[in-house]
């Protein structure tokens, strides 16, 4: 899922999105939307689909995370989280009630349970009580979504998330907590929030083993392209991430072949395309010496142009991996495009 | 002609530009270019229509309003201008000879004569002598083109630029030696530089009844919507100007019924489109309070949507302009649309 933060994938028009990108799905912040343009703004527009002007699917996160990462002076309760806005200092708070209240407002086909996410490394006993503590709030979120009827005219699936930090004990706890709820996906959250590739595998492959193999598992926040494929490998279906797009504004594009650092001045006079196996417009049309000058005089066409070719990139690799399960032979071709990835050109 | 300053219009893709905004024509500048990626790299591509991957036709300055205006450290003699990049500080020096030759290696369609442009206000004494120190140039730059042969296998127009500040026997006194010497286009330059318009429309009126009809006229760095239309009123058939794009970074929409700041808290849940007439993408995919969000959020796309959006107008401006000239109502059509154009909305 390309993450559009604010109701906006930066830097890409809906329309290049959906014709030269062409996700399913993406994924928007709800903490964003709640401060801005806020709900109210949203629902008056009737619904974030159509606010943004994007018809595909849409997934909006608990807001959960951003609380933690984004906002000052933040109070965890048993209760919900008291939160400063990061724009204007404004108190707020969140609970697993309103969240559901504002999701439902925002209007995603897919929204999210209220969650504490904890940061790397994490105390055993914090991780423990916090995890229990997400188990309540999910059976709250549930409880209320039963009696809040969704405000657009379609329905809206709920995915729980299993928590847990880096203890397997805790992991496993916490996926059979999540996959009794009987929800329509499952998502891991709480990964990829410093820890070593390593753990978040392990983590990862726990809790596959345990979240139902005939609905959707979501791995949240997660990755790098090599990422990507090790946890497909180990049963992951869904991911979001900001690495393509973030990235992308620094001047790093992924390729099948590496990465490829665009400041660099050993691209100044490389007149080759962007990428000759990319599928987007940007990869047949701009050379990466052109990129390069657009890097290094700050113009923000060449912001544009790299988020569209990593967003490519990215779409491109999950679309190759699901047609090599298929066929297949997903792991020998994993173990090549791993190798073949990990290089700086 | 949009501006393409250093080898891109701010934040539209080139097929945008062409399929969108559809000029036959854009600006791009010899002092950014020449310091960004430098003429070497320009040259290794094959010229600038190569770098930036654009196939129509492209003007570009000679880059003296650039040193006077950006650069530290300027000393204009006789003999040229010596001046201070005002990217990394270092010393340059710009000729009537010398920016021939750049604009040779850039390599566009229509290059321009290597001038002074006087600020406003100006002294009549130093506006008569940099005027004839002009004219003196213009020579230099005609002697050394007919020395030089075009690099990509393509000619390229030359265009003298009438100066003489706002002093009426000045304008006449240039117009007519840049007349005679009989080039393929002829351009006014040192306006729009702080002049109130009725002193610009007073010297357009003036310069144009001396240069000839049969050719282009074209006056340089002109303007408003309104500029625009008063000035093909006196005979004037191109323009370029940042106006269109950089107010549109800024929130400032140009449209047919006057002007749109559209951070305004008015247009927050404004949920019609950008501009029911407008004829690009932009004004029938999204909505005023979509774009006022994303400039309230600060996203980047806003400034793209503006920018494609005030182009769209200024294109579809002069167009009508011309449909208007050719079926004789064109003075009551100006009369009308300066009366509708000269509004906040």
Redesign the interface.
Known sequence: MPVGT???V??????ELRDEIDPDIILSNTY?LFL??KIS?LE??GGLHK???WDRSILTDSGGYQVYSLSANRKIKEEGVKFKSHIDGSLHMFTPENVMEIQRAIGADIIMAFDECTPYPCDYNYAKKSMHMTHRWLDRCIKHLDNLPCKYGFSQAFFPIVQGSTFKDLRIQSAEYIANSGAEGNAIGGLSVGEPAEEMYAMTEVVCNILPSDKPRYLMGVGTPINILENIALGIDMFDCVLPTRNARNGMLFTAHGTINIKNKKW??D?SLIDEEGTT??DK???K??LR??F??N???G???ATIHNLGFYMRLVRDARKHIIEGDFSSWKSMMVKQMNKRL
Chains 1, 2 share one sequence.
């Open positions: 604010a109701a906006s930066k830097g890409v028009h809906q329309r964003h801005r343009p703004i008056q527009a606010f943004m002007g100044e006079n007149f417009f940007v049309e701009y050379t010496a052109y000058h657009l290094a005089a113009e923000y066409l912001k544009q142009i």
